[in-house]
């Protein structure tokens, strides 16, 4: 949401309020709702209430952010077999010998824990299964931690960068995965050298404020 649809959040969250009898949100309990949400659309948020009314047995109450965050974002499982998608497709398409940069930290986290992207990518299909289990596993546990470490980029199976710095050359742009603006963000966050933990609460205080740098082109598409 943008700062101009605070207004109509606010009266949104009145009515539904008070078709239940449920006392007003104090404006701390506004704020709450707002910080939780921000990253969604208003007509996402409507939708998503309406959802909620629709429920017989939850509809009655008030919802919680969560409540929507769920219906919006599915449930833990539904995140990691599309991310596992997500991953598993851009294997197939980009390849192992190609930096990506996918719009999801914890893709980044569980591809590191399985040897890496080129590694990722040979996966034999006669193992697809156990990978898509060992890379769901991995990925509901960095979803849940909150705060995690991983690298900017996964690396392909190229040339170090110094070997491009000693020709004169940039080292190969990566390709980018998903939404352009959050791998951007996934990228300016991550860690460059070192182990450092990374809260993805910054990742997306960084996508809302369009606060990552350029180390990623504008264009959209596969290749970067």
């Known amino acids: ?3 101009e649809d605070f207004d109509s959040f606010v009266q949104l969250l009145a009515a539904e309020a008070e078709i239940r009898s449920s006392k007003p949100l104090s404006e701390g309990a506004l704020l709450l709702w707002w910080q939780r949400l921000a990253r969604f659309d208003l007509a996402q948020i409507r939708r998503a209430l309406e959802r909620h009314a629709d429920d017989s047995e939850r509809g009655r109450f008030m919802p919680q952010p969560a409540d929507l965050i769920r219906f919006l974002e599915g449930s833990a499982t539904d995140r990691a077999m599309l991310a596992w998608g997500k991953a ?12 990506v940069v996918f719009d999801d930290p914890a893709i980044h986290a569980a591809i590191e824990d399985m040897g890496g992207w080129p590694k990722f990518c040979r996966g034999e299909t006669k193992d697809l299964s156990y990978l898509q289990h060992r890379f769901t596993q991995s990925y509901s546990a960095y979803g849940n931690k909150g705060e995690f470490d991983y690298p900017a980029r996964l690396m392909g199976d190229r040339s170090p960068d110094d070997v491009y710095a000693k020709r004169g050359l940039p080292p190969p742009k990566p390709a980018v995965i998903g939404d352009v603006e959050k791998a951007r963000a996934v990228a300016r966050i991550g860690r460059q050298g070192g182990k450092t933990p990374i809260a993805f609460t910054r990742v997306v205080e960084a996508i809302e404020r369009r606060d990552a740098t350029a180390l990623l082109p504008h264009e959209t598409g596969e290749e970067a």
């Open 1 to 3: 949401m943008r700062e």
């Open 88 to 99: 598993i497709d851009a294997a197939s398409r980009v390849g192992a010998y190609t930096d």
